[in-house]
């Protein structure tokens, strides 16, 4: 019999990597197990509830053979050698470090949970993004519980970027395994790697002790999303200055120290992680008296703020300093193109930016659906990272001035102005002199992504803006958008 595993928590991590384990793995059983009768039966289903190139082709290659979604989670769990704990660590809404720290909730439970159904020795292995030493409170909550059973923590960080999740699973830059330098430790470690070392090399699993392997993570993400806000505050220096942004970026990306990734400038980053990963960065070192490194981790989150609020800015001001009873289409919603995922996406600020100077609103992404949207822009902060029975219902008043639509010509018609959000393909392809015709004149575009040919748009008749490059004449005149 070979080595049983069981994921708690069927969501974007749990579901698309125990999915490639079942595939590189055939000898080995993948139970993935969640609360939330709906997710799984939607992972049964021909329709999955998450939506990432590939993941489709893998589940149903293995769904049924060795790979299970279920709903009986604390027999699975019992049954595992290895339990993979990926449940949200959301940030916290209240209380001591509200807004900063991790909410270890939904961990904490399912700790607790593992160590009352457990009747044999478990590996438990940390996939959640989690604040350094969560280990060692889980750690503490197994072993005063444990009845005589034994169980090894380990930290196995997730690095996939949404879009490419399958593509990073199935060939990673690096598989990290923190854990306990004890014999016991050393051998659980080695038990996880041997389920990787299936289709990893070998030299690609890293392994360091516990706190190593959880702040890895939170400082990929600090550093991936610090080079955001660094091109982005380059951006407003290029607009003040007539420089361009894309030439900047290109000419430092060239220096091979620096290198050419994560150097787009836009209206900002989004997604689950980035920013909640930096305040619980923040979070910890403030916790440690280290007041100096919580300000410049800090900062990269305001930088990304500054840069939501300016492009509002912009659009208000351009359009004569009002956008009330405007129609505008904002073209996109993911945080980013090939994702449905909406979480910290800049659009919901955007919008929010302009409903508050009494804008019409018309959304279109290929993506996300009316309802998730809805429930986006009538969230509080963070709010989206707890469970849905527990988010607060949409209230009214956003829904009057928001219509979501299901093409890009439907939103731009009879438009005043169009905000280009998320960079999806299909947004460069479309027809602009279809779009200008159909509009308001002046027809303003602000692209938020660089993604269109702004010379082109200005021969058609638009008048445009572009984050980081040289402003046209009328955009110019304008007082500069500052806050």
């Known amino acids: 019999m070979g080595v049983t595993i069981c994921c708690i928590g069927a969501g974007y991590v749990g579901g698309p990597t125990m999915a490639m384990i079942a595939l590189k793995c055939p000898d080995i059983v993948v139970n993935v197990v969640d609360i939330s009768k709906p997710r799984i039966a939607a992972w049964n289903s021909d329709e999955l509830p998450i939506y990432e190139p590939g993941l489709d082709e893998v589940v149903k290659a293995c769904r049924g053979k060795n790979l299970f979604f279920s709903t009986e989670v604390e027999r699975l769990v019992a049954e ?3 339990v993979f704990v990926s449940v949200n660590t959301p940030t916290k809404t209240r209380g001591l470090g509200a807004g900063k720290a991790a909410d270890l909730t939904y961990w904490e439970s399912a700790a607790r949970m593992i160590a009352d159904v457990s009747t044999s020795d478990k590996i438990v292995v940390e996939k ?3 604040p350094v030493k ?3 409170a889980i750690e503490k909550i197994l072993t005063h519980n444990k009845k005589g059973i034994n169980f090894e923590i380990l930290s196995n960080p997730e690095f996939l970027a949404e879009g490419t999740a399958m593509e990073d699973l199935d060939k990673p830059d690096r598989v990290l395994i923190g854990g306990r330098e004890t014999p016991e430790g050393q051998k659980a470690v080695a038990a996880l790697k041997a389920v990787y070392a299936h289709w ?5 699993i890293l392994t360091t002790n516990l706190w190593s392997a959880e702040l890895s993570k939170l400082a990929a993400n600090a550093f991936l999303a610090q080079r955001i806000s660094s091109i982005n505050a380059m951006s407003a220096l290029c607009e003040a200055t007539g420089a361009d942004v894309r030439e900047v970026a290109y000419a430092v990306g060239k220096d091979s120290r620096i290198g050419p990734k994560f150097l787009n400038a836009s ?5 689950s992680c980035f920013q909640k990963d930096i305040l619980n960065l923040v979070y910890i070192c403030e916790c ?8 410049y981790w800090k900062q990269v989150v305001q930088i990304n703020d500054y840069q939501k609020t300016r492009f509002v800015s912009r659009v208000v001001s351009s359009m004569f300093n009002t956008v009330s009873g405007k129609k505008i289409a904002i073209l996109g919603f993911a945080f980013k193109k090939d994702t449905g995922d909406t979480r910290e996406t800049p659009a919901i600020d955007v919008c929010h930016g302009l409903i508050g100077d009494k804008a019409l609103l018309s959304i279109y992404d290929p993506q996300v659906t009316e309802d998730q949207i809805r429930r986006d822009l009538s969230m509080n902060k963070f709010d989206w990272d ?3 029975h527990l988010q607060p219902l949409s209230p009214m008043g956003v829904t009057k001035q928001v219509s979501v639509v299901w093409d890009a010509y439907e939103a731009t018609k009879g438009a005043h102005g169009i905000c280009v959000i998320t960079e999806w393909d299909e947004f460069k392809k479309l027809d602009f002199q279809r779009i200008y015709d159909n509009m308001q004149k002046p027809a303003f575009i602000f692209d938020g992504r660089n993604v269109l040919n702004g010379d082109e748009l200005r021969k058609i008749g638009f008048i445009v803006y572009s984050i980081g490059k040289p402003l046209d004449p009328w955009v110019k005149d304008l007082p500069a958008a500052t806050h």
């Open 267 to 271: 209206v900002g980053f989004g997604g």
């Open 134 to 136: 969560t280990a060692e």
């Open 200 to 204: 990893v090399p070998e030299e690609n």
């Open 128 to 130: 959640s993004t989690v």
């Open 80 to 82: 595992a050698d290895i």
């Open 386 to 388: 707890h469970p849905q």
């Open 288 to 295: 440690n008296g280290l007041m100096e490194v919580a300000n």
